[in-house]
């Protein structure tokens, strides 16, 4: 059988074709700003703040909080954090993830065209899509490049995705990769990258620090409303990370990982960072859990960021410059941010094997047809 899957059609014998499906890879990243100037900063944090699955508000209401109390402020501070982290080559986000992107291509081979998209900024979901249609790609695969599910990441980059899709003439068939935070491969990178790191620094406690949200988005997963945030141990049953449950993912990711570090039980905990606003967010906070563990006499700590699998703003400035520096403050000995995933072999063999899992064939199978 000749099969070429640069075409359509692929002939099998004087009398019959069959349809050949170009495969293709979709990467969603949250974004990032173009510049750490703040007229760039501003117009990121617009486009994401208006986002009703990031402020969950009326839309008059989030119009108002966006423009009138976040917007004349928040730019200037976000820009100099920006600043802080920046390199030469750009943000460090887009520069993992566009490394992501190529190390993937070279992974999957020529025949299954690889783009990159962000949800908010550049590169824009439209063209990302536009190329991927040109080259003839009839069978999708998105992965969002969010561990765990939440609807403020997740959920918003799947309904960028799906309206911008929406406005094509031609619309492939779509596989969306779920969330990733149990697959043995993702759990393997993690320790790959991880266990040299924490072997050189000898902590003495690792902490999980997982990007936060507020409670109510978590309790809006669950449209039962009889088993979301119910109970103290409600995140440890064993089905709780099989739903939609942004915390209890975290709660599970927490211990696979500690799992394939060996790490002693009362070594490691999890927290959640990144608050933005008045309200509850899940707990606890990250700022406190560093404090409790000072307390508790804890002088080496290292910190793991996994909802994230790119170093960023909330990796790099957050925790590795804030988080240090608060650290310190507090007395402790030494600490550690230990590198995110990034565009590490480990990493990218492992979204291979993720996308293999969820049906795209290696180059030249035949189960492509």
Known sequence: MSLDLHRQTAIVSPHMTVTVSRRGVLLIGLGTPASPAVGDVRRFLHDM????????????????????A???????YSAAAYRSIWTTQGSPLAVHSENLASKLRQALGEHVP?????????????????????????????????PQYSSAGTGSALAHFHRTLARSRNVPSVTTVGPFFSHSGFVAAWQEVARPALTRFR?????????????RHVRASDPTGRWCLIAANCCLTPEASQRPCYRAQCVAT?????QALELDAAANSFAFQSRLGAGEWLQPYTVDAMRKLRGCGVRRLAVLCPSFVADCLETLEEIGLRGRKAWMDLGGEDFLLVPSLNEHPAWVGALTDILRDYGLERPGDDRSI
């Open 114 to 146: 690889v783009e990159l998209a962000m949800r908010y900024g550049t590169p824009a979901m439209a063209g990302a899509i536009a190329r991927l249609t040109a080259a003839g790609v009839t069978r999708l695969f998105v992965v969002p490049l969010f």
């Open 70 to 76: 976040i917007l004349p402020v928040r730019p200037f």
């Open 254 to 258: 927490t211990a696979a990982l500690s």
């Open 203 to 215: 902590p003495d406690h690792v902490l999980f620090s997982f990007h936060g949200v507020p409670e």
């Open 49 to 68: 703040l208006s986002d009703p699955r990031v402020i969950d508000l009326a839309a008059p209401w989030r119009w108002l909080l966006v423009n009138f």
